[in-house]
């Protein structure tokens, strides 16, 4: 059920750059010209800026640069049946609070975004920077009826779509290293957790989580993170807007789990695979339980497993490990 929020928006944003008129915006939420410029009163509290004139109505100026759920729901051009979105200023992690909620019966697919979150996690029981910075915290929730043995090559499927829609929507060219870092020139941009509840050898459900540096500035990273970490913006130079690229990442990832989960993803997997791969034919090492094992990189499995051929021609197959790349080809 639209919200009057939503009403402006959609009228705004279908008009932008032109005008919409007070009378034609109270017709289509069925309220005063005053009650129209309450909730744009609200709207502007939000972050948004809108010119207003007496003979030509309102248009936006300026959109939030934080999350803002109405304007990302106008903006989804993918809607299943049920989906919802629950934007939080703060939680302790995107996929734990989609893990309660989908305890708590909410209906699947939904997504859960928050401005900052207070224990971001990332694989290997790392921590992931999640200050209110501009950048994405999403998980993306589903219950699959899907066996979990056919799940191996989700995450890296994911992520490739993930690398093609920013590729197109900012045009840029990030690489994928396998199993789930975004690249661009070797810094990580962003990086995928994805997690799953298995009763009885049957999924119960699972969680897509996306950390994706976006707007924050170069000189805002912690030590640690300084030289390894970019966020999109200092990759485009120029500030993004942060919820039309949230909606277009939501949109491209609940089409690109039906895909997978209907099995209608092969050929497109090999051809994004082949495109966005950084690591074909490149030496690596790779930490896998305390253990280092080294090789050049021999393509992957059926199942996403990374193939690695050692010093002596054999070839390993690792379905989980941390890569560093040795040398450039
Ligand atoms: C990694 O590269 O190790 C994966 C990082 C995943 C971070 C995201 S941010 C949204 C979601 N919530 C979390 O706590 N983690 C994921």
């Given at each position: 059920m639209p919200t009057p929020d939503h009403l402006i928006l959609r009228e705004l944003l279908a008009a932008d750059p032109s005008w919409v008129s007070g009378a034609r915006l109270a017709t289509k939420l069925g309220v005063s010209r005053v009650a129209v410029w309450q909730h744009m009163e609200k709207l502007r509290a939000a972050g948004f800026t809108f010119e207003a004139q007496r003979a030509r109505g309102y248009r936006i100026a300026a959109r939030p640069a934080t999350p803002h759920a109405a304007l990302i729901e106008t903006q989804l051009k993918v809607r299943p049946r049920g989906f919802s979105l629950l934007v939080l200023d703060e939680t302790d992690s995107t996929n734990d609070e989609a893990a309660r909620q989908l305890g708590a019966g909410r209906s699947a697919p939904f997504a859960v975004i928050a401005r900052r979150q207070t224990k971001g996690r990332g694989r290997l029981g790392r921590a992931w920077h999640s200050?209110?910075?501009?950048n994405l915290y999403l998980s993306v929730a589903f219950r699959p009826r899907?066996?979990?043995?056919?799940?191996?090559a989700f995450t890296l499927w994911m992520g490739l779509n993930v690398c093609e829609l920013l590729a197109n929507f900012a045009k840029v060219s990030p690489g994928l290293k396998w199993p789930n870092d975004i690249l661009f020139d070797g810094r990580k941009a962003g990086g995928i957790l994805t997690e799953a509840r298995i009763d009885a050898d049957e999924m119960r459900d699972l969680v897509f989580g996306l950390g994706l540096n976006i707007n924050?500035?170069?000189?805002?990273?912690p030590s640690l993170l300084g030289g390894r970490a970019i966020s999109l913006s200092e990759v485009t130079g120029t500030p993004l807007d942060f919820n039309r690229l949230a909606a277009a990442l939501i949109g491209r990832i609940l089409l690109a789990y039906t895909k997978f989960t209907d099995g209608d993803y092969t050929q497109t997997f090999a051809d994004l695979w082949h495109r966005f791969?950084?690591?074909?034919g490149r030496e690596i090492a790779l930490l896998e339980g305390g253990r280092r094992h080294a090789g050049t990189v021999a393509g992957l499995d059926d199942e996403g497993a990374l193939l690695l051929r050692d010093s002596r021609g054999r070839t390993q197959r690792y379905r989980a490990g941390e890569v560093t790349i040795e040398k450039t080809p």
């Open positions: 200050e209110s910075n501009g899907v066996a979990p043995e056919r799940m191996g924050s500035p170069a000189e805002g990273w791969d950084v690591l074909r």
